[in-house]
């Protein structure tokens, strides 16, 4: 068959049943369905402000505004409009003012919002997107990270074209081990520093120098951290000279905001980021962990002193790892995100390492995946957060300190009436590997029956140090409402059961989760619902790798659907963006070193025994799994004569959702090509 460019995508629905019902999800539906992505509560905790995203039918884009809510859900509104991009609120310490950064006049800008007349101003007018706003203690500054550009590397001095000539574009050149990134595309030239800016407008000043990167292109992300005296910046960084080789090593920094040197508070091989100072100004809480160079490795929650002494983990009695620490007003309770079993929580650390799980059910951005929600926290130690569960798209929810959980908002109440989603069923079993126990859910189709036969779709999580859960996923629910049971798990290797189950797959993946995945399709036939002549298998990034490995193990499946999976582990170490990561942690050193090592994890190695219809589908600018990765699975696959079909999907990076219409594509293009090779029920 013919390679397939997105236009063509659609020809493959034509082999889908025509059962459609308009109480079931449609593909359009995408277009429909709103995301909460951020919280912030305002610090009395009366307030929430938050970033709403929403899809244009017409422009094809995914947009966001920022809107409020009470605490109590009412006085609902917006306080943005338009088709910009809103993002990244922030309250000023006093609640008067709101920070964010919008797109409303092209260049994202900083803008300050006055909430007792709604005066909105611009206080920057940059030439490069800011990132982390922080607002200093006495609300008179606001800190923020942003590229410094350079001139790009050029070799030699070509002459000038003459007057009026039309040339062609210079070539480019590089130096650096990284020079694409998923979903960045080429990255400018240049490095990333500290800026402040005074709060009511005025030209912003570095603060850091050199040729490093600092906070969010140089660690894990964030927002600086300001000391309670309004002296300094706690921030991660990467300042070594071999940093582009150690994709993980972050320090954190205090950096004087007056001048003077900046001072290293932590000094190991390992990620330290995150960093949350004190209310008192005494000690420093972040996030990081010691490089082992394993796989999976728990990031944990750290003190130590404001001068970098007396480092301890706090999070020792926790076997996850943690995110985004948040210090209570009086300083005794630091808030943590975590994954537990499937779940996205916050808890509630004592000093003395002692926790309770103060809210649940976090999540966002329409997928099973963890570790997408946010929360923030008030002086009065309300949390307000991002939810999702698997009948709720996306939505806030507040909890008081005198009272549970509550959500606030109804965004996509309007969308769903009137429709039905299929049944979330949590589901364990043992694996046939070792009898260890595995979880996973089922999405039944709407108006299920459970004396009929259904199709099976089981489809698997990437990372692959990552975990599914109870939440709300389009994809799957688009699965269930074209008439399929999915059953989506949780194999050795996922996130969220401990590091020792995570690290199960350390230097053996794919491996030995073929057996958890087989041993759940298993678990599911035995329910007696499941048509064991239809059973499909789809994945996508290590997903997709893992499809490759089930169907390069078994022929047990009608067709599969790889997206943008990695095949050959060598050439992957070697052309994906994260290269450094590849051969540091996950496989134990160079591939010319390892040779056999790389070669037999390598989907190229199972291959010859696939006998399954399989289609491939990958965005052609994803540079985490490379086009090339693809193209060398369907011509490994043509080649034996076996059924398959390239997708090739203009524009794209890693996760095909960049354009709504993609990513409604995909799922067009799934159902089209399960429903070609699906079997007569009876």
Same mark, same amino acid.
Do not use: C
């Given at each position: 068959?013919?390679?397939?460019?997105?236009?063509?995508?659609?020809?493959?629905?034509?082999?889908?049943?025509?059962?459609?019902?308009?109480? !079931?999800?449609?593909?359009?539906?995408?277009?429909?369905?709103?995301?909460?992505?951020?919280? /912030?509560?305002?610090?009395?905790?009366?307030?929430?402000?938050?970033?709403?995203?929403?899809?244009?039918?017409?422009?094809?884009?995914?947009?966001?505004?920022?809107?409020?809510?009470?605490?109590?859900?009412?006085?609902?509104?917006?306080?943005? *409009?338009?088709?910009?991009?809103?993002?990244?609120?922030?309250?000023?310490?006093?609640?008067?003012?709101?920070?964010?950064?919008?797109?409303?006049?092209?260049? @994202?800008?900083?803008?300050?919002?006055?909430?007792?007349?709604?005066?909105?101003?611009?206080?920057?007018?940059?030439?490069?997107?800011?990132?982390?706003?922080?607002?200093?203690?006495?609300?008179?500054?606001?800190?923020?990270?942003?590229?410094?550009?350079?001139?790009?590397?050029?070799?030699?001095?070509? @002459?000038?074209?003459?007057?009026?000539?039309?040339?062609?574009?210079?070539?480019?050149?590089?130096?650096?081990?990284?020079?694409?990134?998923? &979903?960045?595309?080429?990255?400018?030239?240049?490095?990333?520093?500290?800026?402040?800016?005074?709060?009511?407008? &005025?030209t912003p000043r570095q603060?850091?120098?050199?040729?490093?990167?600092?906070?969010?292109?140089?660690?894990?992300?964030?927002?600086?951290?300001?000391?309670?005296?309004?002296?300094?910046?706690?921030?991660?960084?990467?300042?070594?000279?071999?940093?582009?080789?150690?994709?993980?090593?972050?320090?954190?920094?205090?950096?004087?905001?007056?001048?003077?040197?900046?001072?290293?508070?932590?000094?190991?091989?390992?990620?330290?980021?995150?960093?949350?100072?004190?209310?008192?100004?005494?000690?420093? /809480?972040?996030?990081?962990?010691?490089?082992?160079?394993?796989?999976?490795?728990?990031?944990?929650?750290?003190?130590?002193?404001?001068?970098?002494?007396?480092?301890?983990?706090?999070?020792?009695?926790?076997?996850?790892?943690?995110?985004?620490?948040?210090?209570?007003?009086?300083?005794?309770?630091?808030?943590?995100?975590?994954?537990?079993?499937?779940?996205?929580?916050?808890?509630?650390?004592?000093?003395?390492?002692s926790y309770k799980v103060?809210?649940?059910?976090?999540?966002?951005?329409?997928?099973?995946?963890?570790?997408?929600?946010?929360?923030?926290?008030?002086?009065?130690?309300?949390?307000?957060?991002?939810?999702?569960?698997?009948?709720?798209?996306?939505?806030?929810?507040?909890?008081?300190?005198?009272?549970?959980?509550?959500?606030?908002?109804?965004?996509?109440?309007?969308?769903?009436?009137?429709?039905?989603?299929?049944?979330?069923?949590?589901?364990?079993?043992?694996?046939?590997?070792?009898?260890?126990?595995?979880?996973?859910?089922?999405?039944?189709?709407?108006?299920?029956?459970?004396?009929?036969?259904?199709?099976?779709?089981?489809?698997?999580?990437?990372? @692959?140090?990552?975990?599914?859960?109870?939440?709300?996923?389009?994809?799957?629910?688009?699965?269930?409402?074209?008439?399929?049971?999915?059953?989506?798990?949780?194999?050795?290797?996922?996130?969220?059961?401990?590091?020792?189950?995570?690290?199960?797959?350390?230097?053996?993946?794919?491996?030995?989760?073929?057996?958890?995945?087989?041993?759940?399709?298993?678990?599911?036939?035995?329910?007696?619902?499941?048509?064991?002549?239809?059973?499909?298998? *789809?994945? &996508?990034?290590?997903?997709?790798?893992?499809? /490759?490995?089930?169907?390069?193990?078994?022929?047990?499946?009608?067709?599969?659907?790889?997206?943008?999976?990695?095949?050959?582990?060598?050439?992957?170490?070697?052309?994906?963006?994260?290269?450094?990561?590849?051969?540091?942690?996950?496989?134990? &050193?160079?591939?010319?070193?390892?040779?056999?090592?790389?070669?037999? !994890?390598?989907?190229?190695?199972?291959?010859?025994?696939?006998?399954?219809?399989?289609?491939i589908m990958t965005g052609?600018?994803?540079? !985490?799994? @490379?086009?090339?990765?693809?193209?060398?699975?369907?011509?490994?696959?043509?080649?034996?004569?076996?059924?398959?079909?390239?997708?090739?999907?203009?524009?794209?990076?890693?996760?095909?959702?960049?354009?709504?219409?993609?990513?409604?594509?995909?799922? *067009?293009?799934?159902?089209?090509?399960?429903?070609?090779?699906?079997?007569?029920?009876?």
């Amino acid at each position: 068959m013919r390679t397939l460019h997105v236009g063509v995508l659609f020809a493959l629905v034509t082999a889908a049943p025509a059962t459609a019902q308009t109480d !079931r999800l449609q593909p359009m539906d995408v277009f429909n369905l709103e995301y909460v992505a951020q919280t /912030a509560i305002s610090p009395d905790g009366q307030w929430v402000a938050y970033v709403r995203q929403f899809f244009d039918v017409m422009t094809d884009r995914r947009y966001s505004n920022l809107w409020l809510v009470r605490s109590d859900g009412t006085d609902h509104r917006p306080l943005t *409009t338009g088709k910009v991009n809103d993002a990244g609120a922030a309250w000023s310490p006093d609640g008067k003012r709101l920070a964010y950064v919008s797109t409303k006049d092209g260049m @994202p800008q900083i803008f300050v919002r006055w909430m007792d007349n709604g005066q909105t101003y611009p206080i920057t007018q940059l030439q490069e997107p800011p990132s982390g706003l922080a607002w200093s203690p006495d609300g008179s500054q606001l800190a923020f990270f942003k590229l410094v550009p350079e001139a790009p590397l050029v070799i030699g001095q070509q @002459p000038p074209p003459p007057p009026g000539a039309q040339w062609a574009p210079p070539a480019k050149y590089t130096d650096k081990l990284v020079f694409r990134f998923d &979903g960045v595309g080429e990255i400018p030239p240049g490095y990333t520093h500290l800026f402040v800016v005074p709060s009511e407008g &005025g030209t912003p000043r570095q603060l850091t120098a050199g040729n490093f990167h600092h906070g969010a292109a140089g660690s894990g992300g964030g927002s600086p951290a300001w000391t309670p005296d309004g002296q300094a910046l706690i921030i991660p960084a990467r300042r070594t000279a071999d940093a582009e080789l150690k994709m993980l090593e972050t320090e954190l920094f205090e950096v004087p905001v007056r001048g003077g040197g900046i001072k290293q508070l932590t000094d190991r091989f390992g990620p330290d980021g995150e960093p949350a100072v004190s209310p008192d100004g005494k000690t420093i /809480a972040y996030t990081g962990f010691d490089d082992r160079k394993q796989g999976y490795q728990n990031q944990l929650l750290y003190l130590m002193n404001r001068d970098g002494s007396g480092k301890r983990v706090l999070s020792g009695k926790l076997d996850q790892g943690v995110s985004g620490p948040v210090w209570s007003a009086d300083g005794k309770t630091i808030y943590v995100g975590f994954d537990e079993k499937g779940n996205s929580k916050v808890a509630a650390f004592a000093l003395d390492g002692s926790y309770k799980v103060v809210a649940r059910d976090l999540g966002s951005q329409g997928t099973a995946y963890g570790g997408v929600g946010s929360f923030s926290v008030a002086r009065d130690g309300s949390i307000a957060l991002t939810m999702s569960t698997p009948g709720v798209p996306s939505d806030v929810a507040v909890v008081r300190p005198t009272t549970p959980q509550r959500t606030v908002t109804a965004i996509n109440a309007d969308m769903l009436a009137g429709k039905r989603l299929g049944e979330v069923e949590e589901i364990w079993w043992n694996s046939s590997k070792d009898q260890r126990r595995i979880q996973g859910w089922i999405v039944k189709p709407p108006n299920f029956d459970p004396s009929r036969k259904y199709p099976l779709i089981l489809e698997i999580h990437g990372g @692959p140090f990552a975990n599914y859960g109870d939440r709300f996923d389009i994809e799957k629910q688009l699965m269930a409402a074209d008439g399929s049971v999915v059953l989506y798990a949780n194999p050795r290797g996922s996130t969220s059961y401990g590091e020792e189950f995570g690290n199960l797959i350390h230097h053996a993946y794919p491996g030995d989760d073929f057996y958890d995945l087989n041993s759940g399709v298993d678990a599911v036939v035995a329910r007696g619902y499941v048509d064991e002549r239809n059973l499909f298998v *789809t994945g &996508g990034s290590g997903g997709g790798v893992l499809t /490759a490995w089930m169907i390069g193990r078994t022929n047990r499946f009608r067709a599969a659907l790889a997206f943008y999976p990695v095949i050959n582990w060598y050439s992957f170490a070697l052309t994906a963006d994260m290269s450094a990561m590849a051969v540091n942690n996950w496989f134990p &050193g160079m591939p010319w070193d390892n040779v056999q090592h790389y070669e037999s !994890r390598s989907l190229l190695s199972v291959v010859k025994n696939v006998k399954t219809p399989t289609l491939i589908m990958t965005g052609e600018e994803d540079f !985490r799994t @490379p086009m090339s990765e693809s193209e060398q699975y369907y011509k490994a696959l043509k080649l034996q004569g076996v059924e398959s079909v390239l997708v090739r999907v203009p524009g794209e990076a890693h996760g095909i959702w960049g354009r709504p219409s993609h990513g409604m594509g995909k799922m *067009t293009t799934l159902t089209g090509w399960f429903a070609k090779h699906r079997t007569q029920t009876p």
